[in-house]
């Protein structure tokens, strides 16, 4: 091939680079001053397995490599509870650790036994004082290794290499300080040649959990430590290869490229000899495109000096890398001594592709990028951070799979196989900073972090600046705005300049420093007029890439079309990340303590206390790091009558927090120490009501025995049986939805966003009562209390998926790599390809091919015509479409004259066999309703008579096969019977609430519902304003009941009411308001059993800003669990969510329509229904339609149960099955950004129609 070659030779001098001979000096406050983050470390750069031969390096197998071993394996481990702890001289070779325990390398010590996983947000799990971290709690982990040195390593450069360490670290080998590192997520390497020796060499790193660097890895997420990657020890020659870049720079029409590869050669001997640098690129095929490679002139180099090496050539038109085309070429780098032979060889799968930010837009190889990404943090439920490979592959291949085409690795570097993944697969990497001080923002605007604020983005960007994925370079998340972050971004832009595009995760909408500009969770209208140029200044018209836009809690993500929608029409928004990818669960046992109580209102044990000694037999021990014991919100424990005693052994230690014994939220009762000096009892009716008394100088380290007592009239504390003081009320204890638990206040002490210790106590014989008991009672019989403790026995029985102290249940795949739901719509609302009906009748359809470079002629195209569901016509479809571009095409389709539904749908497969999904995946579809002159109304003659009668409480109506009962009180029937079997055991009943999503009670994204319509302590959202105005529980009532009998039915009107469940003592709040729903129905019974309903729904007084849904429940026999459906799916959809499923007949069944998300909620929609079918084995069931398009959920577990579980093992099945028929329902939407309003059910007048049919 003919081609242009460049060479350069660059000499280049680094001072900066030097072997540390001697040992490092270790100081006390090392880990505690910012201008402090590495010791002994060499240079940053990117690594390379450093082979011997040519050979060799071409297989590239790392497991054959002489010159590297992995130290990953069993290490002895001590692990202590403070830097004090730390056994004196444990680096010392002969330091025997026989009697350490052994822990896995690579793994997060927390997820091995030892301290205590802690999941926070924006705060720190200990007291902020930066750089500042407290003695009386700061973990240390002892880690012991030996290995052993080959004898041809003797002449050789050794390198010890650890790929991640939280939070700071100090390493000895042979008992000689090496060095220290700070930067839990960034790669630390020293070169330990002066302290090895042939054969069997000591290794020992202490870490430390908490450093100054802590206060830069706040993120939101489970905070773990440990050497929870891998550990890496490799030899080079005396003259090797430090670090190498490589660009390829396209020219002007994106088809050749200058391949340019730098490299620094560092030597540690004296100028003696010359070396050569020999660089190539081989295809998949292993043949070079470089005529056999391009090669150096000779050089030679000073001692511990650096000598820069830049070999160029041009390229002519290789295949190109991205997405959708993630073509790798393999570069083989040689260092030869002066006769030519090789000393050293490595390879590096790289792309040629070019990154540009061109008048403000982002491109790939010069075609503007859409992106539909995701925010991932690195998360495996069992073995945190140290995720294995083979699961981060699984990840990026549902991605794929999914039409993810972007991650954002949040919120700071991934482990480096991550990349090689993406490279391989496709995906477009948004590499980030580990910078996040969220709760510390002011640290970016100081000096005195500015170097390890620098530190973090050199070893981020030498590392991976190399992987064609990366396009982008992220300088952190949520650090504040200060100059900080601009000495981030220059660092890395000096450092990279081929990639220009640097953005940050700040919460400001912008900064003057960075290139792509956010916004993060804003309506889509803002979005549009950001768009449009109507928030930033005239002259800014940087480009917007919303790095969160969508956060995925529970049962979520809703509204993503209407921002896709604005993402294909605007050049200016490149697209986003969804938060985020993982669901944050951890493994947790089912840690039990049983209740001696009748309620049997077992605990959950959470956290890591532990059993001791207590007053009589065992007590539970609370360490004050995330230790507690939560009991189900059984109605038992919520007493909101007016008596209540509680008491409980307890011996206390003093913290500087509040210390929390006793709770049942903050509004409703408990026992807790305000402060160090301050006991008190509480009760909330309408305010806080509490009896506080000052504890005397022998209260803690002492047991006592602790009494609240609540008669209706005062409210006493006993301390040790006396009474120490009382307070004066009379009323009845609110009710909160908040659970009750001992050493935590569930309410504020949520959400991740607790800061310090909770309670440390000893606990003992816990005793709750929905009565006044005298103190004496206390120490005596328990059977009628409704809690009862005596921490004898404990039991342990399965697993459930912990997110720690209120850790949101992000993410669209659960911890197991299980789909959810919401995945389905990021496939649909980003999907490359658009299709937009232009004339039904002839089958045109306008298609999009958004794909940035893939025509569609690669993808298999294909049509059907569906009538009511079932699929009568079918072809292929061959369509060229280069990328980027549109066309009309005529579907070959015969029009048919049926006057049943007709849907025309349209798809696009994969022809062959991808790396990341078989020939046959869909990529993308649409499905049209065709016109139809509509169906006409059932009017058969239903012959034969219905029989009517009337008792003082019921309506009995019989046909030949049915007969049916309706409760005069209530105006709902008690009795479906049909052929002489039970249809239904309840209902059908109105309803407005569902199981509150987990949205539903997040009070993120709170604002956009009225605070004056909420009530303290009833819930933090939505979920509030239903209880506050008693919508949870509706009561019903008939008023009014008229019977018609005509020759073949009767006709039956019924004016009734769902009425606030709010007792009258609290309706006072509202001027005496009454919520309620007046119901006008005419119920319709036909001669062959059909139940016709016509309802009109009328709400009166306050009502919410809006309705979870509006509908009917029934309660049906428990052998109706089969559905048939002809609707959206199959999975579960939601107004808001619901695109990505299409139009069809399903079947399921009450146990495959159960979704466990981590919090239950409601679940199992299906939106768009058109019939719906329930009935057992026998074929014995109900068919419901509707005037309108209906929803539709069947449950195995009741909507009470729903609403009150917070963990998956505390759902019990119900004895019969729940069906949800909706007219209306609500959407899921954001956690941040709650359901747009076009999805809401607002209060209103509304008019329904149903039929009901039993067969």
């Known amino acids: 091939m003919n081609r242009n070659l460049f060479l350069t030779l660059i000499f280049l001098f680094l001072n900066g680079v030097v072997v540390h001979s001697q040992e490092i000096e270790f100081l006390p406050d090392d880990w505690q001053n910012p201008a402090v983050f590495e010791k002994g470390q060499t240079a940053p750069h990117a690594f390379h397995v450093p082979f011997a031969s040519k050979e060799a390096a071409l297989e590239d197998d790392p497991s054959k490599c002489k010159n590297l ?58 007291e902020s004082q930066p750089p500042n971290i407290p003695d009386y709690y700061n973990p240390v982990g002892c880690y012991k290794h030996s290995f052993n040195l080959p004898r041809d390593w003797d002449e050789k450069e050794v390198m010890l290499r650890f790929e991640g360490i939280k939070s700071a670290s100090y390493i000895w080998v042979n008992g000689k300080r090496v060095g220290y590192n700070q930067g839990g997520f960034e790669p630390a390497e020293f070169n330990i ?158 792309g040629f592709r070019e990154v540009e930010y061109k008048n403000h837009i982002l491109t790939v190889n010069g075609v503007p990028v859409k992106l539909n990404g995701v925010n991932s943090h690195m998360h495996h439920p069992d073995q945190g951070q140290a995720v294995p490979l083979e699961t981060l592959k699984k990840d990026l291949l549902i991605m794929k799979q999914f039409n993810i085409n972007n991650v954002r690795t949040c919120h700071y570097p991934p482990t480096p196989e991550y990349l090689e993944l ?79 595009a640097w953005m940050y995760g700040g919460n400001q909408f912008f900064i003057p420093f960075e290139d792509l500009v956010g916004p993060r969770y804003w309506v889509p209208i803002d979005y549009k007029n950001l768009a449009e140029g109507k928030i930033l200044p005239e002259d800014d018209n940087r480009q917007s890439y919303m790095d969160e836009y969508l956060a995925a809690t529970g049962n979520g993500l809703g509204g993503m079309d209407e921002y896709w929608e604005l993402i294909r029409k605007h050049p200016r928004l490149t697209g986003g990340a969804i938060w985020d990818w993982i669901s944050p669960g951890l493994t947790t046992p089912r840690w039990i303590l049983p209740d001696a109580s009748p309620a049997k209102n077992d605990g959950q044990i959470m956290g890591r206390p532990t059993f001791t000694i207590g007053k009589n037999g065992r007590g539970l021990e609370f360490s004050g790091h995330d230790d507690w014991v939560e009991f189900y919100r059984d109605p038992s424990l919520d007493i909101t009558d007016n008596e209540l005693s509680i008491g409980f052994w307890v011996k206390p230690f003093e913290i500087p927090q509040p210390n929390e014994f006793l709770m049942k939220g903050k509004y409703q009762y408990g026992i807790r120490m305000e402060n160090p000096e301050t006991l008190e009892f509480y009760i909330h009716s309408g305010k806080r009501i509490s009896a506080k008394t000052k504890v005397g100088d022998d209260f803690y380290g002492n047991w006592h025995h602790i009494a609240g007592i609540y008669n209706g009239e005062e409210l006493k504390l006993f301390i040790d049986e006396e009474l120490v003081t009382e307070t004066e009320f009379s009323g009845n204890i609110s009710s909160t939805p908040f659970p009750l638990c001992i050493g935590r206040e569930a309410e504020t002490q949520d959400q991740g966003e607790h800061s310090g210790r909770m309670s440390k106590m000893i606990i003992d014989e816990v005793k709750v009562f929905n009565k006044v008991v005298s103190v004496g009672e206390f120490q005596m019989g328990h059977n009628d209390a409704v809690l009862v403790l005596d921490f004898e026995q404990d039991e342990k029985e399965g697993e459930f998926y912990s997110v720690g102290l209120g850790g949101r249940t992000y993410g669209i795949i659960w911890p197991d790599r299980k789909i959810q739901p919401e995945i389905h719509q990021i496939k649909k609302s980003g999907q490359p390809v658009g299709f937009e009906m232009v004339d039904a009748k002839k089958g045109l359809v306008k298609i999009t091919n958004y794909h940035h470079f893939k025509n569609l002629s690669e993808l298999d195209g294909s049509w ?101 009962t309706i409760d005069k009180n209530s105006g709902s029937f008690t009795s479906i019977q049909f052929d002489g079997n039970e249809y239904i055991e309840q209902g059908p009943e109105f309803m407005v609430w569902r199981a509150p999503i987990a949205n539903d009670i997040d009070p993120w994204g709170s604002y956009m519902f009225e605070e004056g319509k909420m ?148 679940y199992g929609n299906r939106t768009d229904v058109r019939w719906l079918k329930v009935e057992n084995e026998n074929g014995n069931g109900l068919l419901i339609k509707g005037g309108e398009l209906l929803n539709f959920s069947l449950h195995k577990y009741s909507t009470d149960n729903l609403s009150r579980a917070m963990y998956q093992y505390q759902l019990e099945e119900a004895p019969n099955t729940i069906l949800n028929v909706d007219y209306e329902v609500s959407g899921v939407g954001g956690t941040a950004i709650r359901q747009l309003q076009q999805y809401r059910v607002m209060p209103g007048v509304r008019n329904y129609r149903l039929t009901i049919k039993p067969f």
């Open 422 to 500: 993406a490279n391989e697969l496709g995906i477009y990497i948004f590499d980030e900073v580990g910078d996040e001080a969220h709760a510390n923002t002011q640290l970016s605007e100081n000096p005195a972090w500015t170097e390890m604020y620098k530190d973090r983005s050199r070893k981020l960007i030498y590392r991976d600046r190399n992987h064609p994925s990366v396009i982008v370079w992220s300088a952190g998340n949520e650090s504040g705005s200060g100059d900080n972050i601009k000495a981030v971004i220059e660092t890395g832009k000096e450092i990279d300049p081929s990639r220009p």
């Open 69 to 126: 071993q992995l130290l990953n394996g069993t290490w002895k481990f001590k692990w202590v509870e403070t830097p004090g702890e730390v056994p004196e001289g444990f680096w010392k070779p002969d330091f025997s650790v026989s009697e350490w325990d052994e822990i896995k390398v690579p793994s997060n010590w927390q997820m091995e036994g030892y301290g205590h996983p802690k999941f926070r947000n924006v705060a720190l799990t200990f």
């Open 1015 to 1162: 009530t303290p302590g009833f819930g933090r959202s939505i979920d509030n304003q239903l209880r506050t105005l008693g919508m949870r529980d509706l009561k019903v009532q008939a008023d009014d009941i008229q019977i018609k009998k005509a020759e073949s039915n009767v006709v039956i009107g019924i004016k009734a009411w769902s009425n606030s469940s709010l007792p009258a003592n609290r309706r006072l709040n509202w001027g005496g308001n009454f919520s309620a729903f007046e119901r006008n129905e005419i119920w319709t019974i036909s001669a062959d059993g059909t139940i016709h309903l016509e309802q009109k729904i009328i709400p009166h007084g306050p009502m919410p800003d809006m309705l979870q849904k509006a509908g009917l429940q029934f309660q049906l026999p428990k052998e109706f669990s089969n559905v048939e459906w002809y609707g959206r799916g199959p999975f579960e959809t939601y107004p808001d969510r619901k695109t990505g499923a299409k139009v069809g007949v399903y079947n399921s069944d009450v146990d495959e329509m159960f979704v466990p998300y981590i919090i239950p909620q409601e």
């Open 193 to 350: 040649t002066p302290f090895i020796k042939t054969g069997k060499n000591d290794l020992s790193v202490q870490v430390i959990r908490f450093s100054d660097g802590s206060y830069l890895e706040n993120q939101d997420m489970w905070r773990l430590s440990g050497i929870y990657r891998d550990v890496k020890l490799y030899a080079q020659p005396k003259t090797f290869t430090h670090d190498f870049y490589v660009t390829t720079d396209l020219d002007e029409n994106y088809e050749d490229a200058k391949l340019a590869v730098d490299l620094d050669i560092l030597s540690k001997v004296e100028e003696n000899s010359a070396f050569s640098v020999e660089v190539d690129v081989l295809d998949v095929n292993n043949r070079s495109i470089l005529n056999n490679g391009i090669q150096s002139m000779n050089f030679k180099i000073a001692e511990n000096a650096s000598q820069k090496v830049t070999l160029s050539s041009l390229v002519e038109n290789p295949k190109k890398w991205s997405a959708e085309f993630p073509n790798l070429y393999t570069l083989l780098i040689q260092l030869k001594d002066e006769k030519g032979e090789t000393i050293e060889a490595f390879t590096k799968k790289i």
């Open 864 to 964: 059907q015509l569906q009538v009511d569901g079932e699929v009568v016509q079918q072809g292929k479809l061959f369509i060229e479409l280069p990328a980027q571009q549109s066309g009309k095409f005529e579907i070959p389709f015969n029009p048919t004259n049926s006057e049943s539904e007709k849907i025309l749908l349209v798809s696009f497969k994969l022809k062959e066999d991808e790396s990341w999904a078989d020939a046959g995946h869909e990529i993308a579809w649409e499905q049209f309703v065709l016109p139809s002159s509509g169906k006409t109304e059932e009017n058969a003659t239903k012959t034969g008579e219905v029989q009517v009668e009337e008792t003082e409480f019921e309506i009995l109506l019989r046909g030949d096969n049915f007969n049916y």
